[in-house]
C-alpha cells in the first residue's frame, strides 16, 4: 500500500450505499476505507482509528449531526470531516463549520467529482457541493459585514466570502479577475489579521461575523 494514500472512514448507515462508497473508494489507489460504521454512537471507534477523513451521513441521524461533528473534532483534532447527504441543508452547514467541518458532498455527487472534493480536503482546501455553494453566495449578497470594517479591507472581504463558499484559489480568481498570485497575498494577509492558519478557519470567521 501506498505510504501517502488519504485514509478514509465512512459513517453511513444505508448498507448498500455505504457498501459501493467504500468499494468505489477501495478501487482508487489514492484512497484507503480503514473503518466503516452504521451508527453514530460508535464514532470513538472512528476516531481511534485516526483517519484523515472521516465522510459522515446525516440523513438519519438519530440525533443532531452538528454533536456528531463536535464529538469527532474533539476526540481526532487533527482529522477532517466531510458531510454527507441527500439535500443541502445551509443551516446544518453553517452551524457545522463552527466545529471545523471541511465539506459538505450532496450523494447525487459524480465519482471523479468526489475524488477531487476528497483529494482538496485533505490538501487543506474547503470543499461544499457547488450547488450549496451558490445558495450561501446568493445570501452573502443580502447581507452586510458586521464585524470591525477596519480589519479587512474591501477586496480581502471579498476573497474571504469566497473561501467560505468553498471556492479554490484559481476560482477566486477568475470571480475577481484578479492573479492566483494576488489571490493568495489576498489570503495570506487574511490570515496573517485574523490569526488563523487554515482556509476552514477563515470561513469559520466569515460565518460568525456575518460575512456569508
Known amino acids: ?11 453511513e448507515e444505508q448498507a448498500l450505499f455505504r457498501k459501493a462508497l467504500c468499494q468505489v473508494l477501495a478501487k482508487d489507489d ?12 460508535d464514532l470513538q471507534r472512528i476516531a481511534a482509528s485516526k483517519p484523515d477523513i472521516t465522510l459522515l451521513d446525516v440523513d438519519f441521524q438519530k440525533g443532531d449531526p452538528v454533536d456528531a461533528v463536535k464529538l469527532l ?5 487533527n482529522g477532517k470531516i466531510c458531510l454527507l447527504s441527500m439535500h443541502a441543508q445551509q443551516a446544518l452547514l453553517e452551524r457545522s463549520l463552527v466545529f471545523g ?6 450523494k447525487d455527487i459524480g465519482l471523479m467529482d ?16 457547488p450547488r450549496l455553494a451558490g445558495s450561501m453566495l446568493r445570501r452573502m449578497s443580502e447581507r452586510r459585514y458586521k464585524g470591525d470594517p477596519s480589519e479587512l479591507s ?3 472581504t471579498d476573497v474571504i466570502q469566497l473561501i467560505a463558499i468553498g471556492l479554490s484559489n484559481k476560482q477566486i480568481s477568475e470571480k475577481l479577475f484578479l492573479s492566483e498570485k494576488t489571490v493568495k497575498n489576498h489570503i495570506s494577509r487574511i490570515f496573517s489579521k485574523l490569526n488563523v492558519t487554515a482556509r476552514t478557519q477563515a470561513a469559520i470567521y466569515a460565518i460568525k461575523s456575518g460575512l456569508a
Not at 468526489?114 to 457541493?129: E, K, Q, T
Open 154 to 156: 474591501d477586496r480581502e
Open 101 to 106: 467541518l471541511e465539506g459538505y458532498v450532496i
Open 73 to 77: 473534532r474533539e476526540t481526532h483534532p
Open 30 to 41: 489514492r484512497f484507503k476505507v480503514i473503518a466503516e460504521c452504521v451508527d453514530h454512537c
Open 1 to 11: 500500500m501506498a505510504s501517502d494514500q488519504v485514509r478514509i472512514a465512512v459513517v
Open 114 to 129: 468526489l475524488s477531487r472534493a476528497l483529494l482538496a480536503i485533505h490538501a487543506g482546501d474547503f470543499y461544499v457541493d
